[in-house]
């Protein structure tokens, strides 16, 4: 597998009147529950909130347990079978449901944790990194 592989993909969200955040998906953590989310893209949600742990939106993504695990770090993106939820984790925390692992927010993690119930998150775009 080259340094520059396909496995690696951008994350594009947007909060309305919050800003937009972005992140890295990677395909080898969970490939069909990954491939399943791009081809629901775009995805437009409610934002929820998990005691303030993670801040969540229901998608209409149905798919099994892929890699699960429980232990998520804080910044990680994860897809929550249990409920069909994309979940943005803003603190190391551990969950009660096994989720499949996505990736991670790599910047605007304080627009996502400026959240509030009843704002919306929009998915934009999931693609391959661009090179430059």
């Known amino acids: 597998m080259s340094a520059t592989s396909v496995s690696e993909l951008d994350i594009v969200a947007r909060v309305p009147n919050r800003g937009k955040f972005r992140g890295k998906i990677y395909k080898h953590l969970s490939p069909v529950t990954i491939a399943k ?6 995805i437009d949600g409610r934002v929820n909130l998990f005691e303030r ?8 993504v149905v798919t ?21 939820m994309i979940c943005f984790f803003l603190q190391d925390t551990r969950s009660y449901k096994p989720m499949n692992p996505l990736g991670v927010v790599t910047e605007g993690l304080d627009v996502l944790g400026s959240c509030k119930r009843g704002d919306s998150i929009e998915i934009e775009s999931i693609t391959q990194e661009s090179s430059g």
């Open 37 to 42: 989310i791009q081809r629901a893209i775009p």
């Open 53 to 60: 742990n993670f801040a969540y939106i229901l998608t209409n």
């Open 64 to 84: 099994g347990e892929e890699k699960s695990r429980k232990e998520f770090k804080k910044a990680d993106i994860a897809f929550m079978p249990a409920g069909s």
